[in-house]
């Protein structure tokens, strides 16, 4: 089903739906939120994981992700 949420925010459009959708079995496919702790209570991709891109371990954070993953980056702004 589709995370309405997410889709209520506008933080993916049709593009990301069809990625999120299409590798829904790949455990290697990653949904990377990249919001505020109030901006990802507020709707947030549903089985996404969430960097805090204001913290001061952001970089750090990110850095610990596995680099054979492959990611779908999402922020409040609706780019993808």
């Known amino acids: 089903s589709w995370p309405q949420p997410a889709w209520d925010c506008g933080y993916i459009g049709l593009r990301g739906y069809t990625l999120i959708q299409d590798n829904a079995s790949n455990p290697s496919f990653i949904t990377l939120n990249v919001l505020t702790p109030p901006?990802?209570?507020n709707?947030?991709?549903e089985g996404a994981i969430n960097i805090d891109y204001d913290s001061v371990n952001f970089e750090q954070e990110v850095r610990t992700l596995n680099k054979n993953n492959t990611f779908l980056d999402t922020a409040n702004t609706g780019e993808e």
């Open 43 to 45: 709707g947030a991709i």
């Open 39 to 41: 901006e990802f209570a």
